[in-house]
């Protein structure tokens, strides 16, 4: 007598049943998120791939249009200007990534051991309230304060200090300098709530085990919220690197890139390169470089962060 037939439908036809049930559960949230992924791949990559493919052609955006091949890089690599630029952005992003893990981290240690709530959330809405000021306004301002007879001389006159007064933006020796001390006095908002909430995540008990033990502030700080907030510290290098790296506008409003080519950055530069001399092609190429750059910095940092987690 045969064996009967078991029942039910095989293994394979219930996984592709359930398979199908998932989808059609998830798909309204497919389809929510489908106008992002759109809109990533129209405003984000089709730009960067057409970057890349033009990097190989002379194109100035109209009636030229001719492939090259590796020229573009080829003349980069012997460009004394964008070599000038990246010493520039490199000093610009050194400076940027010490401030911002230093002065942040200090005001929301600050902010976070404040006892009375109602203080505290007025330091939190005080650090957080600049967020809204476009950047463009800040740097209009400094310009507006380094100016000649601006209101920096001004002040040193009127305090007696007149012999320091320079052209602050005009003279190399001075303008990267007032452009690295514009990121100086201020606080991100961003970088100060990375670092609050850090503080926060912390046990409160380990606190109180501190207290216990006669720990005062400053052993507090160095033996214990420092070492528990790392990972927003290596979070802080990492998007004030990208950040910095690509900064644009602040030397555009400030000095564009002079005196000479004392402050030039290499997103400026790009940006002359394609709009003040059609050399679109070549600048194109100048981008593909820095996105290289910015991906190779950010692995590597991602990998020693790795190798630090798995030596702890």
């Given at each position: 007598?045969a064996?009967?037939?078991?029942?039910?439908p095989s293994?394979?036809?219930?996984?592709?049943?359930?398979?199908?049930?998932?989808?059609?559960?998830?798909?309204?949230?497919?389809?929510?998120?489908?106008?992002?992924?759109?809109?990533?791949?129209?405003?984000?990559?089709?730009?960067?791939?057409?970057?890349?493919?033009?990097?190989?052609?002379?194109?100035?955006?109209?009636?030229?249009?001719?492939?090259?091949?590796?020229?573009?890089?080829?003349?980069?690599?012997r460009?004394?200007?964008?070599?000038?630029?990246?010493?520039?952005?490199?000093?610009?992003?050194a400076?940027?990534?010490?401030?911002?893990?230093?002065?942040?981290?200090?005001?929301?240690?600050?902010?976070?051991?404040?006892?009375?709530?109602?203080?505290?959330?007025?330091?939190?809405?005080?650090?957080?309230?600049?967020?809204?000021?476009?950047?463009?306004?800040?740097?209009?301002?400094?310009?507006?304060?380094?100016?000649?007879?601006?209101?920096?001389?001004?002040?040193?006159?009127?305090?007696?200090?007149?012999?320091?007064?320079?052209?602050?933006?005009?003279?190399?020796?001075?303008?990267?300098?007032?452009?690295?001390?514009?990121?100086?006095?201020?606080?991100?908002?961003?970088?100060?709530?990375?670092?609050?909430?850090?503080?926060?995540a912390?046990?409160?008990?380990?606190?109180?085990?501190?207290?216990?033990?006669?720990?005062?502030?400053?052993?507090?700080?160095?033996?214990?919220?420092?070492?528990?907030?790392?990972?927003?510290?290596?979070?802080?290098?990492?998007?004030?690197?990208?950040?910095?790296?690509?900064?644009?506008?602040?030397?555009?409003?400030?000095?564009?890139?002079?005196?000479?080519?004392?402050?030039?950055?290499?997103?400026?530069?790009?940006y002359?390169?394609?709009?003040?001399?059609?050399?679109?092609?070549?600048?194109?190429?100048?981008?593909?470089?820095?996105?290289?750059?910015?991906?190779?910095?950010?692995?590597?940092?991602?990998?020693?962060?790795?190798?630090?987690?798995?030596?702890?």
């Amino acid at each position: 007598m045969a064996n009967p037939m078991p029942y039910g439908p095989s293994p394979h036809l219930r996984a592709a049943s359930r398979r199908r049930r998932r989808i059609r559960l998830h798909v309204k949230a497919y389809l929510f998120l489908a106008p992002i992924f759109i809109s990533i791949g129209l405003f984000k990559y089709t730009p960067f791939v057409h970057a890349l493919i033009q990097s190989f052609y002379e194109w100035n955006g109209a009636n030229i249009n001719r492939f090259i091949g590796l020229r573009n890089f080829s003349e980069l690599f012997r460009d004394p200007v964008f070599y000038a630029s990246m010493k520039n952005v490199g000093l610009f992003t050194a400076s940027f990534i010490v401030i911002q893990l230093t002065l942040p981290l200090l005001a929301a240690v600050g902010v976070f051991r404040l006892r009375r709530t109602r203080l505290q959330s007025f330091f939190k809405s005080m650090f957080i309230v600049p967020m809204v000021v476009p950047h463009i306004i800040v740097f209009l301002l400094w310009r507006w304060i380094y100016v000649g007879d601006g209101l920096l001389d001004r002040t040193l006159e009127a305090v007696g200090l007149g012999s320091l007064i320079h052209a602050w933006l005009g003279e190399s020796g001075t303008a990267l300098w007032s452009i690295v001390f514009i990121n100086f006095p201020w606080i991100s908002g961003i970088y100060f709530l990375i670092y609050l909430a850090g503080l926060i995540a912390i046990p409160q008990e380990l606190f109180e085990v501190g207290h216990m033990d006669g720990m005062g502030g400053w052993r507090r700080f160095w033996h214990m919220e420092l070492p528990l907030v790392r990972n927003q510290m290596r979070l802080v290098v990492i998007l004030a690197f990208i950040q910095q790296f690509q900064s644009f506008e602040n030397v555009l409003v400030l000095t564009n890139g002079g005196p000479g080519f004392s402050t030039l950055t290499p997103a400026l530069y790009l940006y002359k390169k394609g709009f003040e001399y059609n050399e679109l092609g070549y600048a194109s190429a100048i981008g593909v470089i820095v996105f290289v750059l910015l991906l190779f910095v950010t692995l590597a940092f991602n990998r020693f962060i790795r190798a630090a987690d798995r030596m702890e």
